[in-house]
């Protein structure tokens, strides 16, 4: 298997953190054409936002938290050609975990569902984590320049 094919979650997962960007916009302008915000106010306290634009936000901020380890996990496993089927199938898993997650996070926002995917993805990059530490010991010796 070519390990580019690794980059093909990775894409997907920055294409539903690009989602989010979009919906937080459009959300914002949204509640500040219905008056629902002061925003001098918004300007300084996201507290003053209304519900469904404070998940989107909190939504957001959790796309640069989990996620930034599986981009490098998977940036190791493309650089020392390591990307197979398990990695793969693990890739994709993880992704799936975080659609599914930021579905849940700003829709209904039942935090038990959401803890459960949340945990989804973790132990998907625990898994991903131990095959990359498998790959490198098993690597052999690297070669200096």
Not at 47 to 56: A, F, L, M, S
Not at 61 to 77: H, K, R
Not at 112 to 139: D, E, H, N, Q, S
Request: hydrophobic share 60%; proline share 3%.
């Amino acid at each position: 298997m070519n390990s580019n094919h690794i980059i093909w979650p990775v894409l997907a997962q920055v294409f539903l953190t690009l989602i989010m960007l979009i919906m937080l916009g459009a959300r914002k302008a949204k509640a500040v054409k219905a008056g629902e915000v002061n925003r001098k106010q918004a300007a300084l306290n996201n507290r003053v936002w209304p519900e469904d634009v404070v998940k989107v936000s909190n939504n957001i901020a959790n796309q640069f938290e989990v996620p930034v380890l599986f981009y490098v996990l998977c940036l190791v496993l493309y650089s020392i050609n390591a990307a197979g089927v398990v990695a793969l199938v693990l890739a994709w898993l993880f992704v799936v975990s975080r659609f599914a997650h930021a579905y849940v996070h700003i829709g209904s926002n039942y935090v038990p569902m959401r803890f459960r995917l949340y945990l989804v993805g973790c132990l998907v990059l625990i898994a991903m984590l131990i095959l990359v530490a498998w790959k490198l010991a098993t690597l052999g010796p690297l070669a200096s320049n």
